[in-house]
Nanobody, 126 residues
């Protein structure tokens, strides 16, 4: 199993940028495809981005495409989410999550992810 810890959240004005990090420990990080999700108050958990084990394949929700970039450094066991041109509607708790070890398929369904971090709050003011 892999353990995940997010960091990098905070308060930013609309149009600003933040970079989230997800540090992994436990089983070999490079064996996990990863995802970012977010959850705003009163709303369901929402898919944000996916990255394959090697980082070659990425996939984004339409709402963040062109503004957010997911990446990973397997040598550092860390995944990142670079968020640019932030909007107030991006305000949420952001979670990183891991697919089943060795899984290669893209998934936007949070139920397909087996390990989760505790989340980091991102607040975008207008």
């Amino acid at each position: 199993q892999v353990q995940l810890v997010e960091s990098g959240g905070g308060l930013v004005q609309a149009g600003g940028s933040l970079r989230l990090s997800c540090a992994a420990s436990g089983r070999t990080f490079s064996g996990y495809a990863m995802g970012w999700f977010r959850q705003a108050p009163g709303k369901e958990r929402e898919f944000v981005a996916f990255i394959s084990m090697g980082g070659v394949t990425t996939y984004y929700a339409e709402s963040v495409k062109g503004r957010f970039t997911v990446s990973r450094d397997n040598a550092k066991s860390t995944m990142y989410l670079q968020m640019n041109s932030l909007k107030p509607e991006d305000t949420a708790v952001y979670y990183c999550a891991a697919r089943t070890y060795g899984s290669t398929t893209i998934s936007i369904n949070h139920e397909r992810y087996i390990s989760w971090g505790q989340g980091t709050q991102v607040t975008v003011s207008s």
